[in-house]
């Protein structure tokens, strides 16, 4: 964890987590939250759910173009691709890429 608190595209994609849940907290729950403030919810529950969200913002962070403008992702997008059938090995079928989002990465 340490090692990553300095490189850039990590910083990124925890803000790009934050408002994320911060926007959508119903439907994108950190981990951490899911085990410490649901109780009805279970832990297998919450471990797969933070397994789908991590497949989805791993495609996201892939997708990326310009990480410098992560502020203009189309969020509804992302929380979108949680209803979709996502596993590593299929992270999806396309239609879950953000809007707005080429598909080519290019570091700045």
Not at 2 to 17: C, G, S
Not at 22 to 42: A, G, K, N
Request: hydrophobic residues 35%.
């Amino acid at each position: 964890m340490r090692d990553h608190v300095t490189d850039k595209e990590f910083i990124i994609r925890k803000k790009i987590e934050a408002r994320l849940h911060e926007l959508f907290p119903d439907q994108w729950i950190p981990l951490y939250s899911m085990v410490t403030f649901h109780d009805e919810m279970r832990y297998s529950t919450a471990l797969a759910r933070e397994e789908k969200q991590k497949i989805v913002i791993d495609s996201v962070m892939k997708n990326i173009r310009n990480i410098d403008n992560w502020e203009n992702l189309d969020f509804k997008s992302i929380v979108e691709c949680l209803a979709e059938e996502v596993t590593p090995e299929f992270p999806s079928n396309g239609s879950c890429i953000p809007r707005n989002v080429p598909s080519h990465r290019v570091h700045s």
